[in-house]
Structures are given as structure tokens and as C-alpha cells.
């Protein structure tokens, strides 16, 4: 598994996979839907046409910041 630097994280779309927001988070992909199934994710995570989306505003908070998820907006 490769990280990413922030600076990487900060060229992102809007809206990343689960799988992406991992690889910045330098954890697995298996762990990310985990986390999501568990409500755990530290960002906040929605449902786009029946798939999990990472809002990467929110991944940058987290990894900038420490802080993520709904109550951070």
C-alpha cells in the first residue's frame, strides 16, 4: 500500500472513492469500508448512485487538521 502527501491529496476531485481516501489516509481499502459499515470513517462519507463517495474537502480537514465528519462542518 502507497501513501499520499498531502500535497497529492490537495489535487483530488471533489468527490474521491473510499478506496482513494484510504491511500491518503495510508490505510488499506478493505479497512475504509469498514470503517464506513461501522460509522467510523473520520470524513464524511455519502451515497452517490448507490456507491460510498469521500468528500475530500472533508479528507483535507482531517488530514490538515486532525478533525473530519459531519459535526466538524
Given at each position: 500500500m502507497s501513501g499520499m502527501?498531502?500535497?497529492e491529496a490537495r489535487k483530488l476531485p471533489a468527490v474521491i472513492s473510499p478506496a482513494t481516501a484510504a491511500r491518503a489516509l495510508n490505510r488499506s481499502r478493505a479497512w475504509a469500508y469498514q470503517a464506513i459499515a461501522s460509522?467510523?470513517?473520520?470524513c464524511t462519507v455519502i451515497k452517490v448512485r448507490g456507491r460510498y463517495a469521500v468528500l475530500t474537502a472533508d479528507l483535507l480537514r482531517f488530514?490538515?487538521?486532525g478533525t473530519g465528519g459531519p459535526e466538524a462542518a
Open positions: 502527501t498531502l500535497r460509522g467510523d470513517f473520520p488530514l490538515e487538521h
